[in-house]
Nanobody, 115 residues
Framework: QVQLVESGGGLVQAGGSLRLSCVAS????????MGWYRQAPGKQRELVAA???????NHAESVKGRFTISRDNAKNTVYLQMNGLKPEDTAVYYC?????????WGQGTQVTVST
């Protein structure tokens, strides 16, 4: 059974930083595409960043230069380093492990950025 457990969310002032972690069990994170998504109140869930099995990454335009996705294969963990946080980054952040045949989600972690 695949489980994804996120942590690292919280309340931070604008301009601050947070690092989200997603620990995967039941699947090899290095052999799957891992992504971070977010969903703000009243909005659709959107992709923030993803990292593929080969290590290539992509980041949403709204977070480029501020957020960085990375992976520690030994810990089966994916991270999202978030710097220069803005109030519009406030959302629940979800970790995803997926392929063409399956998709698993974590329970989400709240990130709140105050002005």
């Amino acid at each position: 059974q695949v489980q994804l457990v996120e942590s690292g969310g919280g309340l931070v002032q604008a301009g601050g930083s947070l690092r989200l972690s997603c620990v995967a069990s039941g699947a090899d994170a290095s052999r799957n595409t891992m992504g971070w998504y977010r969903q703000a109140p009243g909005k659709q869930r959107e992709l923030v960043a993803a990292i593929r099995p080969g290590g290539s990454t992509n980041h949403a335009e709204s977070v480029k230069g501020r957020f960085t996705i990375s992976r520690d294969n030994a810990k089966n963990t994916v991270y999202l380093q978030m710097n220069g946080l803005k109030p519009e980054d406030t959302a629940v952040y979800y970790c995803n492990l997926g392929s063409a045949f399956y998709s698993y989600w974590g329970q989400g972690t709240q990130v709140t950025v105050s002005t």
